[in-house]
């Protein structure tokens, strides 16, 4: 059978190795880290069919740069003359407009909807695995006019779309989370979305794929390629080089700069993103979309997650504690009874999401080799997608048609 190198262990290459063992190809995963400190670990764990519009649309221009502004905001772009993010920039406005979201939804719906059917069959062949997989579905959370006609504009657009959806007051919402305290207007619920434990699913699928054979090699960091024609040959790397007959990037954030290595003009950029625990008292018992906070809520049990801003840079290193502060100031003031003391630095995870401009991931072969597949660009929603996509690869290195409608998501749509 066939040899696949998979550039990134993120839950994008390791679904994506989980599918193609599964149809018998030899897999090797390469991860510059030892998969303990990517995007993929620390995030909210939520699996949103609810998320339908990409994170390029109409408002987010206004929005954000009014956010801009603020240090505890919970949008940021590094200002910096750089001409990699100077495009990423003028090509997400150009991708900002209602003509865009309505192009993306049918896309995003279709991977959304089977990546979570993906879920429930991996819960299913493997019930003795503890992924915190529950199915409670999503609140989106409000305290103002302005965003709760926001949100039932959105929850029109979505049940449209066949999504269910309900508009709850805050008498609703409260009965939805009988133990803390909800000082919110209203909010709309998503019965259909789930959530798991992120770190739980990263440790199952590593447990799953060694012993199936894949061969995932630590510190190893891909710094190039040796090349034929249309071919890549092998993928070098800091420990060696590794030959394949296809190459797969799922390596995240850096996947853009990656690509410039094969060519291809993939314009990505990190979003970064920040995370922390807290007990959960009074228990929080759903996920949720705390609206104008920007902040997401995910129950683990006695533990409750707090995650959220998008600070587009390249930079993992350094922890702004002000945009931190940001969200732990959001979580009173939806939930008034919920005290949590605001975490020490070393408490606080960051992850950078891979952002493409117009929010849509990158997803199958670029025609400008014969034998490389991109994973990756999925933002928000990496694992939310992360089965299907892994799923789409593995379908097309077996030359199968791919299950959902992909054209939106071509690594070449930029080149
Ligand atoms: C605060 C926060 C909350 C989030 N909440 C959710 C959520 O609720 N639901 C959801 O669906 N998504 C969520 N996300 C987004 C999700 O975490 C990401 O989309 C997802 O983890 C991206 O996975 P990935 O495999 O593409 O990238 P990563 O997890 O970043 O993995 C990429 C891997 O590639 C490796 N790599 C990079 N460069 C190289 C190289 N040169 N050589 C070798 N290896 C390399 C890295 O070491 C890394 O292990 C959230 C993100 C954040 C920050």
Redesign the pocket.
Known sequence: MSKVVI???????LFTAYYLSEEGFEVTI????D?SA???I???????PSHIVPLASPGIIGKGLKWMFSSTSPFYIHPKLDRRLLQWCLLFYQSATKKHVAYSIPYLKGLSLFSKSLYLSLAEQHVAADLGLEEKGLLMLYKTEEAAQEEIEFAHLASQHGLVTEVLSQEDVQKLEPYAGMDVLGGVFFPGDA?LN?AKLNHFLVKQLESKGVKIIRN????DFACTGRTVNAVI?DKGDYAGDYVII?????SGQ?ARKLQINMPMLG?????FLAENSPAIQRPAILVEGKV?V?PFGKEVRF???MEITDDNQKKNINRVKGIHNAISRYYSDFQCPMPDAKNIW?????CSPDGLPYIGFTQRWDNVLFG?G?????????PATGKILAEQLMNRKAPVLIEAFSPDRYS
């Not at 550039?7 to 290459?13: L, N, V």
């Not at 620390?42 to 949103?48: Q, R, S, Y």
């Not at 979003?271 to 995370?275: E, F, I, V």
């Open positions: 550039a990134g262990g993120g839950i994008i290459g390469l991860d510059k880290g998969l990517n995007c993929s620390g995030n909210a764990g939520m699996i949103v959530h992120p190893a960091e891909v710094l790397t799922a390596a995240g954030s850096a990656i979003g970064k993103g920040y995370s997401a995910t995650g959220g801003t960051s992850g950078l999401r891979p990756t999925h933002s928000m929603m990496g694992i939310s997608l992360a």
